[in-house]
Every structure is written in structure tokens, then in C-alpha cells.
């Protein structure tokens, strides 16, 4: 298992259950994983909602039409019908679900549902998640069932090929602090690391996320799907180091977004009277309001400041108000978030309205995937060895660093749910393939395999620490993050897409030129960051490529040449395969499962707003 | 998509002063870097800064500072070390708050309670052994569905919640005077096992399956190393950054221990 977050725990959680042995891969001590910045809750039908007309089937539905049709739906149906027993499972691990005062658990608003549907530990939902699964791995750990290899690094996956063909039959990793290499032998290796949002330089993740191990996979040889789909959040702080995440949440305990009427308005927003603020999202859709969707509400937003100069003090900032909710409410369901707006910005969400703009958020796509439907479609075959499994025989993907679920834009407090139910659905899988499918175990492989897989990658170190250019990987980084976000995230065209291409191959070609400041070998974090540029530059190239290719706008993807979606030549899963020969993705394009509910208009019932207009005319539609 | 823009402020450094060392048994020493501080600068930002250009004060050419970071929200736990003397999390350590004029010095230095693997980067891996040896879980059954967990009021939940707050960050452990260093494994089990661990084993015991193994967690409790070890100078509750109560579990643990200790004596159980 490479990665600790939620999917790579629950994964571990369900593979050592099945009695197997499990080595758990990670870069950081597991507790300390990206899931843990997770904030506002986790999705699942649940007996009120039913009780208004909810069900698994609505989840279903919001999802897909959340994510534009773009996902396959047999995985998704199986998911939404796996999520009230996964809340069960958390509850029975102790997490502690914020109750009501019949001690019930108790349940929020989220983007693109009219329900409450989101379970939520405070406004820390992901890190209780977390912690919750990081106890149950310890207990497997304390029997001696899993065996933790904390702060390595996944370097490349070990292939090998028979008559059978080719199938993975190990890793190689890194120790960061000591930069010993050494490969594993493993019967399946499952890459549940994450997503990529260092490719942007400045976003919500943290900052192992470089989407470094997905891209050695595809290097290696494993497909990329949807790599164009980065989610942008709306709301995020914008700091001097990253931007930190300011939950959906806040919205769906009642937070709205608006702006001063008049452009560059210096007044404190206090000081602005009712009628002289645009709340722009109620207006244009009264129905959802402030809980549309990310895609549609980080485009709204940048409208607003980008081509309205509307946003606040005529910079790139909307406010988002929770002043009216009351501080004993926000302390209770809040209170993670408000203190993390305390502390970085110094300024109380209780008094006065928080500052926010978008930021790079989450990855929809990722490694290709298999899965094998029930014959009606409804739901996922229990146990098949091909779920979540890539193209590669034995390399699974779980989490956030597959392509699976989301579609075209991932709904808040879903991610969680995937994550999860990737570990335990799949998880099961896994160790079928296992029992059932490998039939000669690492242990009988040539040990020669090994050698020459961890010899390559002591090569691609060696030449990193022995280049003498003059080149700072720091720098090609910055300059990578700032073209991506300016490039390739909520408007792209193809002339501003092929550009940014040109000057990836212009930053590639710095990268052949870099230089380190520091050659020793004990804990060389120049070294491994420079390692994993190299990387995040291929797949960089990956989500550019696909911007491209895709000649239509549809969910996080928005194109101002090609504004509308074109289901008859894009309601596809683009898919990029590495080729060896150029050094860059050629990518195909696969057709969508659908086969449950078909494609619609997805327009979460806009109108016409009051101020709306005037609008220039390259504008951002939805 | 364009950044947003930060209204201009003077522009000014800061000196950090950093407690350097190239590997476990090295020998450490100070190195000064100046380093331009942008509004909204934090300590990981200038760390960052650094990395790109390691040049000390003195004009030599140095290498990028090792330090642990993660999710730079204060969520994690992984920037911990000592700022100006006092152990904190890098990240929502912001320079304009620390160091406010130009020219202003940052004092960055290692939590000293663990072995230092290099530069302000420690290693913290007694910290979750604490959590195996308290039996920091609930013993589930398995994974498959069995229904919904033991019911729990808001009250116990808000409780429960603030303890599962703590990401084993060691801030606790840092400023405690009966937590030591102590670099090898074997001695783990009889040393002090530390605020954060006592505040689990209570977390775990309010829970209503967790409870079933309230009475090995006690155990682990008495003797060496367990919560009598506790020299009740309540540093830990005024560093805790997710302002746990830590005495308070501390106390309450100290009372079901000496419970537990005097039901075992009449009973042998």
C-alpha cells in the first residue's frame, strides 16, 4: 500500500481483515496525511432525509449530475449505497459525529444537494476520519499484520513480464532521511496517494501532494484519465506559502458569499448596508443559492472579480459571511475553520465577513481504472480482482489519485466517501487478486528484477546529485505552479493551453540543466523535491494535453473557445498513455457508462441576475 | 486565473537564526539568514525562501534547511519545532506577529525531546509508540456493517471531540520536565509516556466499546513511565495548540487508575 490517508488506511484495514500481510508505504507518519485537512463532512442518505424523499438514488443522481455525466455510474450507484454503512463503520471506530439532543448524528447542507445528506465531526471532519483509521492500522500493526515504512518514498513500480504478460509485482522506495533505495516484492501494490495540486504551486494541499507517485506510474506505463479536471474551490485564504482551505461547509451552515454593489467600494463590509450588497450566487440561483457546486461557484466568483471588478476593494476577493450565524454556532459546527481564519488572517469570522478567493483544490482525474458492473449496471461486482485495478495487472489506484466517481466535478464531502469506500469495496479485490488470480508469488521471482528496478532508480538519483547546472529546481517549480494556475485552471483556451505547453518544454528543458544545493546524502529534501519536479513536469504536460484535446466545457473544465458541452464528441474519458519515444502523452479518448440516468442540462436553476446585464462579452457562462 | 492581490507593505527582512546539524551525532551550529518578508509570511514561507537561496548572512554558500511540513493549516502536526525558544507549529507562526520590525531576529531551533534526524526535522516515532502502548483504539469487530456505534449525547461528543483533536504534534511532550530525551527504543516502555498518550487513553475510555479495554490501558498506566510520573507542573495544557484539556485527563486518569489499582488489589484482577 503506497500512501496513509483514508483510502490507503482503509485499504490496509480491509486487506489485512482478509488475512494477508500488508506493507504500508508513506512520506509522511500516516497521521500526518493529506485527509486530514478534509474539513466539512462526508456524504450518505441517512433516515431523515428519506423521510423528505432522499435516498441512495438521489446521492446517485446529485452525483452524476454534480460531476456533468462524465463518470461511469456502476461504481458511483455502488458507492452512495455503501455510504450509510461506511458512517456506521466511523461511528463504531468512535468517531465523534457531532450529535443533536436526541443524540442522534447530526447532519449539514453541502453543495449541489437540496438535502441534508453530510455527517461531520466539527469542521475537522477528515482528520477525526483520519485518526479513526490510523487507530485500526495500529492495532493491525501491534498484531504484527502490517508492517509500516514510514517516510519512504515510492519511486517506480516493479513490472515484470511473462508468457502471461506484464503485471507489477513490487516497488521501489525511497527512505527520505537516510536515502537508502530499496526494492519490495509485493503479490499487488495499490497507489493511494492523493492528488497533484503542487503542479500549481500555491493550492490547498499539502505539500506532498506533487502527484509525483501517480506520475512515475504513468511513466511506467499506466494510463491517466481526466487529467484536465482540477477542482478549484471557491473559497479558499490566499497566503504567502499556500492557499488555505475555507470549507463548503460554511456555506452549508448558512455562510454568503457577496460583494459590495459598487466597484471598489473602500467602506468595511460591515458598514455596507443590506441593499448595497450583491449576493450574487442567491440571485442568479434561488434555488441552491450558495451551495451550487464548486465548478459553477469558483467561476461566479472570478467573474465577479476578473471581468466584473466587482470583487473587494477592486482585487480578486468576494466576501464570505458567516456574521449573522452567531458565535456559540460557529464555535459548535465550525469551529476547526474559524479558528484557522483566526490564526492566519487574524481577523474573527464571528465579527467581521472573511475574505476568500478560489483556489486549486482537487483532482478528478487520474490513474485509469478498472471495475467490473453487476449486470444491470447497478453497482459493482463484490470482490473482483479488475476493481479499481489500472492497466497494469497488480497496480491498483485508490482515492483521490484514481479517475473514478467524480466525473467532471467532484461535490463537496464526496471525496471522503470515495476515498473510504475504495479502501474497503476494493480493498476486498485486492485480496482476491491475491489468493485467486497471482499464481507465482514475488517470493518465487529472480531477485535479479529487483536489482536491476532499484539500480535504475539509483541511476536517476545519481544523476540528480552529481549535475552541476545552474538551474534551481525551486525556481522551474515556482514558475511550473504559476503558469498551471494561470493557464489551466477555471478559464482555458486553446491558445493560452498551447502556450503554457510551450513553456513546460521550456522548463523541461531547464530541468535537464538544475543544479543542487545540497549533494550530501542523509535527509536531502533538495534531492527528493527535485526528483518529484522532474515528475510533476510530465504531468503536467498530462493535464495540459487533455485541456487540448478536450474541445468543450463541461463541469471544472471550462473552455471560453468552446463554452458549451458537446456530449456527442466529448462525453468521454479522455486518456493519456506516456509515450517512451517522444517523452510526451498521446491520449484517446474512451467512451462513458451512462447506461443509468442519461446526460441532462446541467444549469442548477440559473437566472438572470439583477446586476447581470452589463456582463462583457467574454464572459463566463455555466 | 490571476492571484490575488496583497495591498503593498514596506519591504523588510528578517534575520532567522538556525540551529543547524547534518545528521544524528553531528555536531550542531547557528546559521543566519536574511530573509525578505512578504505580507502574510510565515515561517514555512521563509523556510521555503531559504531553500531556493541558502546564502547565510555572512555570504557563504549554505544548503536548504531540513524541516517536516505537511499541511500548513496547524491540522497535521508536522512543522512543530521552537520558535524564539517556545515549541509551536511553523506554519500559523506568522512573521508580522513574531517579528514585526525590519530587521527583526527569528530563533528557529529542533524540539529537543527527540532525536533530531536533521537540521529542525526530528524523529517523533516514540510519540506514536505511546498510542500502541495506551491501546489507542476501539476494538472494532471487523468492518463489515453491524449497525451504528453506541449512541453518545452532545455533551459526550463535544468532550470526546476536543480529545480527538490532537495530532501528535509533541508540543506537550516538548515542555513537559519529566518527558526526556531518550533516543533508544528499548527504554520507551519505563520513560514518562507523556501528556498526549494519558489524554487518549481517557479519549478511548469514554467511548462505549473503547471502554472495554479501559482496564489494559490503566495497566499500561501504573508503574514507570505511566501517569504518577506526572510532575504536575502544567506546562503541557499551555502549549497545546488545540487547547486540550490535558490536566484534566491527566486527573481523571490518575483517579481510574488509582481506582483500577485498588479494585486489582482486593480482586487480583
Redesign the interface.
Known amino acids: 500500500m503506497v500512501g496513509g490517508g483514508l483510502a490507503g488506511l482503509a485499504g490496509t484495514?480491509?486487506i489485512a481483515?482478509a488475512g494477508l500481510s500488508v506493507d504500508l508505504f508513506s512520506m509522511?507518519?500516516v497521521?500526518?496525511?493529506?485527509s486530514?485537512?478534509a474539513q466539512g463532512g462526508i456524504n450518505a442518505a441517512n433516515d431523515i432525509a428519506r423521510q423528505q424523499g432522499y435516498s441512495e438514488y438521489e446521492h446517485f443522481d446529485e452525483t452524476i449530475y454534480g460531476g456533468d455525466f462524465l463518470q461511469h455510474q456502476p461504481p458511483v450507484y455502488e458507492m452512495v449505497h455503501w455510504a450509510p454503512?461506511i458512517i456506521?463503520?466511523l461511528?463504531?471506530?468512535?468517531v465523534?459525529?457531532?450529535?443533536?439532543?436526541e443524540?442522534q448524528?447530526d447532519l449539514r447542507l453541502f453543495g449541489g444537494s437540496l438535502y441534508k445528506r453530510t455527517h461531520f465531526?466539527?469542521a475537522?471532519t477528515g482528520?477525526?476520519l483520519l485518526?479513526?483509521l490510523d487507530?485500526?492500522v495500529?492495532?493491525w500493526?501491534?498484531q504484527g499484520k502490517v508492517n509500516k515504512y514510514e517516510y519512504w518514498e515510492f519511486l517506480w513500480p516493479v513490472l515484470e513480464t511473462d508468457d502471461t504478460g506484464r503485471r507489477c509485482v513490487g516497488i521501489v522506495a525511497q527512505d527520505v532521511?537516510t536515502m537508502q533505495i530499496r526494492a519490495f516484492r509485493a503479490e499487488a501494490v495499490v497507489i493511494a496517494t492523493g492528488g497533484c495540486g503542487m503542479i500549481f504551486g500555491?493550492s490547498t494541499n499539502?505539500?506532498?501532494c506533487t502527484g509525483a507517485a501517480a506520475s512515475r506510474c504513468y511513466q511506467a506505463g499506466a494510463w491517466y484519465a481526466n487529467g484536465e479536471f482540477i477542482q478549484?474551490h471557491p473559497t479558499a485564504i490566499?497566503?504567502?506559502?499556500?492557499l488555505?482551505?475555507m470549507s463548503e461547509s460554511a456555506r452549508g451552515e448558512g455562510g454568503r458569499v457577496w460583494v459590495p454593489r459598487t466597484k471598489a467600494d473602500r467602506r468595511d463590509p460591515r458598514d455596507i448596508p443590506e441593499n448595497q450588497r450583491f449576493y450574487f450566487l442567491e440571485e442568479k440561483y434561488p434555488k441552491y443559492g450558495n451551495i451550487v457546486p464548486r465548478d459553477i461557484a469558483t467561476r461566479e466568483i472570478?467573474d465577479i472579480c476578473?471581468n466584473q471588478g466587482l470583487g473587494v476593494g477592486g482585487?480578486?476577493?468576494v466576501y464570505l459571511d458567516l456574521t449573522h450565524l452567531g458565535r456559540e454556532y460557529l464555535e459548535?459546527k465550525l469551529g476547526?475553520i474559524i479558528e484557522?481564519y483566526r490564526?492566519?488572517v487574524?481577523e474573527d469570522p464571528a465579527l467581521v465577513p472573511m475574505k476568500i478567493?478560489?483556489g486549486v483544490h482537487y483532482s478528478m482525474g487520474g490513474l485509469w481504472t478498472q471495475y467490473t458492473a453487476k449486470d444491470d449496471l447497478r453497482g459493482m461486482a463484490m470482490g473482483a480482482a479488475n476493481s479499481m485495478m489500472t492497466n497494469i495487472p497488480g497496480l491498483y489506484a485508490f482515492g483521490e489519485v484514481n479517475y473514478q466517481y467524480h466525473g467532471a466535478n467532484r461535490l463537496g464531502a464526496n471525496a471522503l466517501l470515495s476515498c473510504i469506500f475504495d479502501g474497503?469495496f476494493c480493498g476486498a479485490g485486492v485480496a482476491n487478486y491475491v489468493l485467486e488470480v497471482v499464481t507465482t508469488t514475488s517470493a518465487r521471482l529472480d531477485q535479479s528484477i529487483y536489482d536491476a528496478a532499484a539500480r535504475q532508480q539509483q541511476e536517476i538519483i545519481d544523476r540528480l546529485i552529481n549535475a552541476r547546472g545552474t538551474e534551481?529546481p525551486?525556481?522551474i517549480g515556482?514558475e511550473l505552479g504559476e503558469e498551471m494556475?494561470?493557464a489551466s485552471?477555471?478559464?482555458k483556451s486553446e491558445q493560452r493551453l498551447l502556450q503554457a505547453i510551450e513553456v513546460l518544454q521550456l522548463l523541461q528543458g531547464r530541468y535537464q540543466s538544475i543544479g543542487l544545493?545540497?549533494t550530501?546524502m542523509?535527509?536531502n529534501?533538495?534531492l527528493s523535491y527535485a526528483r518529484a519536479l522532474g515528475d510533476m513536469l510530465k504531468l503536467a504536460e498530462v493535464i495540459l494535453q487533455g485541456g487540448i484535446d478536450r474541445k468543450e466545457s463541461r463541469g471544472a473544465h471550462y473552455r471560453t473557445d468552446f463554452p458549451d458541452r458537446d456530449d456527442a464528441n466529448f462525453l468521454k474519458t479522455t486518456v493519456a498513455k506516456y509515450d517512451r519515444d517522444t517523452d510526451r502523452p498521446d491520449i484517446f479518448l474512451e467512451p462513458v457508462e451512462t447506461g443509468l440516468v442519461p446526460p441532462r442540462a446541467r444549469t442548477y436553476g440559473k437566472v438572470a441576475a439583477s446586476t447581470d446585464t452589463t456582463r462583457p462579452t467574454e464572459t463566463v457562462s455555466v | 486565473m490571476v492571484p490575488p492581490t496583497t495591498e503593498a507593505l514596506q519591504a523588510r527582512s528578517v534575520r532567522f537564526r538556525i540551529k543547524r546539524q547534518d545528521g544524528p551525532g553531528r555536531p550542531w551550529r547557528w546559521e543566519s539568514f536574511d530573509v525578505p518578508v512578504e505580507p502574510g509570511a510565515n515561517v514555512i514561507s521563509c523556510l521555503q525562501w531559504i531553500a531556493a537561496n541558502p546564502r547565510t548572512v555572512d555570504g557563504r554558500d549554505s544548503s536548504p534547511v531540513a524541516y517536516d511540513a505537511g499541511c500548513l493549516e496547524e491540522v497535521c502536526g508536522a512543522c512543530t519545532m521552537l520558535i524564539n525558544g517556545q515549541v509551536r507549529q511553523s506554519c500559523s507562526c506568522l512573521i508580522d506577529q513574531y517579528a514585526p520590525k525590519d530587521g527583526d531576529v527569528m530563533r528557529l531551533e529542533p524540539m529537543s525531546k527527540f532525536p533530531v534526524v536533521r537540521d529542525l526535522m526530528v524523529d517523533r516515532q516514540r510519540l506514536f509508540h505511546a498510542l500502541t502502548r495506551t491501546k489507542a483504539w476501539v476494538p472494532i469487530d471487523g468492518t463489515y456493517h453491524l449497525g451504528p456505534g453506541p449512541q453518545d449525547t452532545p455533551q459526550r461528543q463535544q468532550v470526546r471531540y476536543k480529545l480527538s483533536e490532537c495530532m501528535s504534534c509533541g508540543c506537550c511532550l516538548e515542555a513537559c520536565p519529566q518527558y526526556k530525551l531518550e533516543e533508544h527504543e528499548s527504554r520507551w516502555d519505563k520513560a514518562f509516556i507523556g501528556a498526549h498518550a494519558i489524554s487518549q487513553a481517557r479519549l478511548f475510555n469514554e467511548h462505549g466499546t473503547g471502554n472495554v479495554l479501559a482496564s489494559d490501558r490503566l495497566d499500561a498506566m501504573i508503574g514507570p513511565g505511566g501517569v504518577s510520573d506526572c510532575g504536575n507542573a502544567q506546562n503541557c495544557v499551555k502549549v497545546c495548540p488545540k487547547d486540550i484539556p490535558l490536566t484534566e485527563s491527566i486527573a481523571a486518569i490518575g483517579r481510574a487508575v488509582t481506582i483500577h489499582s485498588i479494585r486489582k488489589f482486593f480482586t487480583g484482577k
Not at chain 1, 31 to 34: A, E, Q, V, Y
Not at chain 1, 91 to 94: C, K, L, Q, W
Not at chain 1, 96 to 101: D, E, L, S, V
Open positions: 484495514i480491509r481483515e509522511v507518519p497521521k500526518r496525511s493529506h486530514v485537512c454503512k456506521d463503520l461511528d463504531r471506530m468512535g465523534p459525529f457531532n450529535r443533536t439532543a443524540s448524528r465531526a466539527g475537522t482528520q477525526q485518526y479513526a487507530e485500526q495500529r492495532r500493526e501491534a532521511r500555491k499539502s505539500v506532498m478549484v490566499p497566503g504567502a506559502d499556500k488555505r482551505l472570478f476578473v482585487g480578486n476577493m459548535l476547526g484557522i490564526k492566519f487574524g478567493f478560489p474497503l534551481s525551486y525556481q515556482r494556475t494561470a485552471t477555471v478559464v544545493s545540497d550530501g542523509w535527509t529534501q533538495n
